[in-house]
């Protein structure tokens, strides 16, 4: 997919993620599957963000992740809280000049 950005950048640039649009702090973001909270926190770029641990650590690191970010407000969870299927992370937010959207991104093992 790609991304359109700022419009002031006025260049197409990779975007990994899948952005769903909604209303901004209004529309419900829940989780799509089971895991852990690794992360939660305001970040620069992507504002107020959860992370999700799905599969145990190997190596000190989660072998599969998923990020939600550009929410609305920090999420009521906490960090090392088990999440399933349908728990509400958060609600829609804005945090750039794009129509307010929630970006999830998944991370895992490259191949080779």
């Known amino acids: 997919m790609l991304d359109q950005g700022p419009p002031e950048l006025a260049r197409w640039r990779p ?20 895991g852990v909270v690794l992360h ?10 959860v ?3 799905l599969r145990p650590r190997v190596a000190g690191r989660p072998e599969r992740m998923i990020r939600y970010a550009h929410l609305a ?7 090392n809280q088990l999440v399933i299927p349908g728990t ?7 945090t750039s ?16």
């Open 88 to 94: 509400l992370l958060g609600l829609v937010g804005r």
């Open 15 to 34: 975007h990994e993620g899948i952005d769903l649009v909604g209303l901004e702090g209004v529309t419900p973001v829940f989780s799509i599957c089971a």
């Open 97 to 112: 000049k794009v129509p307010p959207v929630v970006q999830t991104d998944f991370y895992g093992p490259r191949s080779p």
């Open 73 to 79: 407000a920090r999420s009521h969870l906490s960090k």
């Open 51 to 53: 992370i999700i641990a």
């Open 40 to 49: 939660i926190d305001e970040t620069g770029g992507y504002g107020h963000e």
